[in-house]
Structure formats: structure tokens, C-alpha cells
């Protein structure tokens, strides 16, 4: 069992959720790969077809387990066991920033965000990602 907010992911990240840049937003259990909440900008705009958030969740979680498990097998050093953050993303297109998220409940959770924008932009939006609360996000 997983403990999530109610009231979901776009309440937690509303400002950063605001960004045109943010293409989508999701929670997902790394295990099963399955999606707690997620958001999306063309969900909101009728015109664009809506992504499929479920396979997106499932393969982000596949990437995440795969690069968990790397770490496991040669670990860097330094961090903190069991988390890590992993960026996919090709030049001139969307970026993927996935970051591991401590579950109260021990669950491996994972929060993804897709960004369209430069590496600047992605920095930025790691920065502010960091001062979201983690107790936000899995309803401590």
C-alpha cells in the first residue's frame, strides 16, 4: 500500500505545473510500475492527443529499476543507497527527469516530469523540484 495525497500531483507541483514547458508530471511505484497520479498538458488542451501515462509510467519505471540496479552493482559512492536520478532526452526534444522519492511506507516511488526545453530549462526545473516536499507528495 502506497500512501498518496488525495487531492494529487498537480496540487504539489502547481506552479512548477504551470511552466508551458512541462509537458507531463507523474508518481509511479518503481516495483510494479504502476501509476499513482499523474498529470498532463494536453489532458488540459483539446487539440493535442492526450499521451498514454500508464506505458509511460511503466516504462519510466523500468528505467529506473534498470539504473537502481546499476548503481546496486557499482555503486559511485557518496549517495544515499537506493536513490538516484536519471535524465533521458535528445537534442532539440522532450527531456525525461526522473528522481527517486523516499516512501514512508518503504515503497520505491519515483517522481518523472517530462520537460520540452533546453538543458537550461531542465536545470531549472530540477532546482525546482527541490523544494517540493517530499512529505507533500506521499502524504508523509
Known sequence: MVNIRADGIAVVLGPLLRDVRIVAAALVDVDSGMVLDAWSAAATDATTG?????????????IVRTA????????AGGGVPGTCEVVLGADGGARHLLRTVPDPLGDRLVLAVVVNGSQRVLDRVRKRLESVSIDALTAG
Do not use: K, N
Not at 499521451?51 to 519510466?60: C, K, R, S, V, W
Not at 537502481?68 to 555503486?75: K, Q
Open 50 to 62: 492526450s499521451p498514454d501515462l500508464e506505458l509511460i509510467g511503466a516504462q519510466h519505471a523500468e
Open 68 to 75: 537502481l540496479a546499476l548503481l546496486h552493482t557499482w555503486p
